[in-house]
């Protein structure tokens, strides 16, 4: 009957009968899947399953499970005497069916990064989880285009206060999932591949690109480097080129990092990425999977070297600009120690200690800076959403305490 209508109609986009890969008489297979998962995976697991949610095929809905909002969010609707530990009161705020807790993401966080000691702990690992996560699942199928044609992140928001699935948090407050997306969906990007360990260039413009300059380094959780490798390279239009495998220098620690870099003919920055990995990888126990929703996993990566890492020291400008009741603010980060300053946070908030600026649009955050680096990122948003108050810059992370410049 619908086919009908929209035939009658001229309707002019292509029809998909499901957004399963349930098939029909009428139309045959649906040419896509929604296998999931929706609960927590590892970062590795998008790369590497080869029979659900992992880069292949269309997958219609699915996600890497929960998403903790930051604290200022999570205190308008947890009460104060709930707050921690995680009780019942959390999962009221989860979902249904077999979603009704965070336990297997929390168990991940403390398995990968080492249990949560506090609230604010818990925020800081869960912002790495989400980050690393979701940047993890579209950077997957962007490497494998076109074996992969395309994914859906189950959801870009909740209808009411949520720990789960959205990209943005019912006050419109983005986190570390958001940010994570933001990245792997640059339009030019460079990624790391957990499958192989090698380094890749995905192009999603029609423009082929010339003489493009990789780089990768490795650091200790010190931030000192250990390997580096470089090469140039013809990206095509469209397209997803390996550039090479990463180095695996002897004496490097437990917990490590990885900086990307690709630059154009004229050396201008055209992607940057920073990973912190593991010499003891996620396994996952394929063989125990009872459904497409989770996959458990058999060991976990070792990332608790993260907790270890000295104070950050930074320096901070900003910059505001106005244009009617269009407004900008330019931060600038520079790290002036010697260690990562790792999850840099700047938020705006409408006033001193009042809540977030949204909406706000971010070029970037939760960013990484090694020692001398310099980092700007711009703000955008209108002066409707400061509320009549003054907008206020305060910078955090993951080693670093909450800072107004």
Known sequence: MYLGI?????????????????????????????????????????????????????NTE?????????????????????????????????????????????????????????????ERKAQAMTYDGERA???????????????????????????????????LVPAGGYFGTKKACEPVHMQYSYDDNSVNVVNSTYEALKGMKVSAKVYNIDAKEKASRNATLDIAEDSSTKAFDVPTPEGLSTTYFLKLQLHDEAGKLVSD???????KPDTLDWAKRADTDYTPQKDFADLTALSSLPKAKVKITKLFHASGPNLWMIVTVLNHGDSVAFMVHPRLTR??????????FWSDNYFSLLPGERKSVTARFDSSSLAGATPELVVDGWNLEPVWP
């Open 273 to 279: 990425n920073f990973y912190w990995l593991s010499t």
């Open 6 to 58: 929209e035939k009658e109609l001229e309707w002019p986009n292509p029809i998909v009968s499901s957004a399963s890969a349930q098939k029909t008489t009428v139309t045959g297979e649906s040419g896509v899947k929604m296998t999931g998962p929706y609960e927590y995976v590892p970062p590795d697991y998008w790369i590497e399953d080869t029979e659900a949610g992992g880069a292949y095929g269309y």
């Open 137 to 171: 699942m579209f950077e997957a199928y962007g490497r494998n285009k076109y074996t992969a044609t395309g994914v859906i992140q189950w959801m870009l928001n909740n209808a009411w206060p949520s720990l789960i699935w959205h990209l943005y948090d019912y006050y």
């Open 351 to 360: 006033g001193k200690d009042g809540e977030d600026v949204v909406p706000v």
């Open 62 to 122: 699915t996600s890497p499970g929960p998403a903790i909002p930051p604290r200022e969010s999570i205190e308008k609707f947890i009460p104060k005497d709930h707050l921690w530990p995680m009780d019942d009161v959390w999962n009221f705020h989860a979902g249904g069916e077999r979603f009704t807790n965070v336990n297997i993401f929390t168990d991940g966080l403390t398995r990968r990064y080492g249990e949560a000691a506090s609230l604010d702990d818990y």
